[in-house]
């Protein structure tokens, strides 16, 4: 089966306010971000992705811009499925408010059983977001073949409960894996088990080539002091 190759979206501005975007429209990316989205194409350049998929918020729309301005005949598809988390009413606030609000331990400590006021569960998240690859990788193969590589842009909560998915982990512990931002996670499916090959890349992409091929491939700051351990919910900001 395919192997995907999921971008998290560049910085964006939400992720510097330190504010929870969630679904809010309008939020883009920042100057890093544009930067982090502008470097895309190269860091892809050893890989032939056959489409790619994306998340209909604007930021992630803006990390791929560059990439299919580089690639003009590369399709792009829009899944409602991968959009960020529904925060409900924790969308557009601070971070640093949502600190100390009871369901913030639920989020950090047992995702599973967290569901946010006027918004979406995880677990709803999760399944949608698991849903949206299982079809995806079937309609790849189905066109392009088993080798074939796609790209998806999406956002970190997202992202992370891909990873846990691909890996058998339990949504419970999936704020245990981190991906910044415009980082590359790479996951080759195949009959029996996905391989996580890339976590949270943001570096050189080259090995990721099919064998013989020619190289032709939100949240505030990371948190610290007493809140350096819990997970960054919407992704956080990345290295300044």
Not at 23 to 52: I, N
Not at 67 to 79: G, I, K, Q, Y
Not at 90 to 116: I, N, T, Y
């Amino acid at each position: 089966m395919p192997t995907l190759i999921l971008v998290r979206h560049g910085r964006s501005t939400a992720n510097t306010a330190g504010v929870l975007a969630g679904r809010t429209p309008g939020v883009g990316l920042d100057e890093r971000g544009a930067e982090q989205a502008a470097a895309l194409p190269a860091r892809l350049s050893a890989l032939t992705p056959v489409l790619a998929v994306s998340s209909p918020l604007e930021r992630c729309r803006q990390t791929l811009q560059p990439l299919l301005d580089a690639r003009p005949d590369l399709p792009l598809h829009t899944e409602d499925r991968i959009s960020e988390c529904d925060y409900g009413h924790w969308s557009g606030r601070k971070l640093a408010e949502l600190a100390d609000e009871p369901l913030m331990s639920v989020v950090q400590q047992h995702p599973s059983a967290a569901a946010f006021p006027g918004g979406e569960s995880m677990r709803a998240m999760q399944a949608r977001a698991v849903d949206a690859v299982r079809d995806w990788n079937g309609r790849v193969e189905a066109a392009h073949g088993e080798d074939a590589t796609y790209v998806m842009c999406s956002h970190g909560d997202i992202i992370k409960s891909l990873v846990a998915d691909a890996l058998g982990m339990h949504l419970d512990l999936f704020q245990r894996v981190h991906v910044d931002p415009c980082s590359v996670t790479a996951i080759r499916y195949t009959r029996l088990r996905p391989f996580l090959l890339r976590l949270g890349d943001t570096g050189d992409l080259a090995a990721l080539a099919p064998r013989g091929n020619p190289v032709g491939a939100d949240a505030a700051a990371s948190p610290s002091g007493d809140r350096a351990a819990d997970g960054e919910v919407g992704g956080g900001a990345g290295a300044p």
